[in-house]
Each structure stands twice: as C-alpha cells, then as structure tokens.
C-alpha cells in the first residue's frame, strides 16, 4: 500500500517558499481551479504532489 504524505499549512508555505497568508487565500477559493487540499476537521492538509501540479497548471504556462 503506497504511503501518501500529507503537508501541514506551515510546511506546505516552507516548501513553496511563501507565506501562510498567500497559502490561505488559494484555500478560500472553490471550484475546480482552487488549490487542492484536504479537511481533516479544522485542520487543512496538502498533498505536495497535487499541488505543484496546480501550480503548474495555474502558472506554469
């Protein structure tokens, strides 16, 4: 079974080198181009992987 890393909202801003506040507002967006994350109750996560795909879709060109 492939184990799947799920990021907290501080590391996911570390890894993507901006800050929580930039990271927030994306997840205030709704519909199919909002940044993809999970809700684990009040917690949100990131799943690396499918978000530097959506970076590059949104930015990459």
């Known amino acids: ?3 799947k890393e799920f990021l907290t909202i501080d ?3 570390a890894r993507l080198k ?5 990271l927030y507002t994306r ?3 709704t ?4 940044i993809p994350r999970i809700k684990l109750g ?3 996560r990131f ?3 499918a978000v530097m795909e959506w970076i590059e ?5």
Not at 31 to 34: E, T, W
């Open 27 to 29: 997840t205030k967006q």
């Open 47 to 49: 799943n690396p992987g």
């Open 31 to 34: 519909g199919k181009d909002a």
């Open 11 to 13: 590391e996911m801003a």
């Open 42 to 44: 009040k917690y949100l």
């Open 57 to 61: 879709k949104q930015y990459g060109g």
């Open 1 to 3: 079974m492939e184990t």
């Open 18 to 22: 901006v800050k929580k506040s930039w």
